[in-house]
């Protein structure tokens, strides 16, 4: 039968991970692997920052004109830090 569009996609994601395993296997660093995998594979990756920092990127990205995939990343932001650092994190993004 045809193979519909998701099923390809599917494929070379398959492909794309392969080729990311092996060259991980073959002692390449993650950082330049993940050059193989496509942009909709997610990726994890750490980051610092201070909270004056972090704050002010979460006032500009969760505004109504950012990009609606960012405001959704900004809010995740919010839910980890706010916990940490309630009073700090409400003074620096009011």
């Known amino acids: 039968g ?4 998701q099923k390809r ?4 994601n398959k492909m794309a991970l392969y080729c990311y395993n092996d060259l991980l296997a073959s002692g390449v660093a993650p ?4 050059m193989v ?14 909270l004056a ?3 002010r990127a ?3 990205r ?5 990009q609606v995939e960012i405001q959704d990343l900004a809010k995740q932001w919010d839910e980890v830090i706010k916990p940490l650092f ?9």
Not at 2 to 5: A, H
Not at 31 to 34: I, K, P, Y
Not at 42 to 49: D, F, K, N, P
């Open 58 to 60: 979460y006032k500009q």
């Open 62 to 66: 969760i505004d109504a004109h950012a």
């Open 9 to 12: 996609v599917n494929g070379i």
């Open 53 to 55: 920092a972090w704050a």
């Open 31 to 34: 950082e330049q692997a993940r």
């Open 86 to 94: 309630p009073e700090s994190w409400k003074v620096l993004t009011s």
């Open 37 to 50: 995998l496509p942009q909709s594979m997610y990726t994890s990756y750490y980051v610092t920052g201070s």
């Open 2 to 5: 045809k193979t519909t569009p």
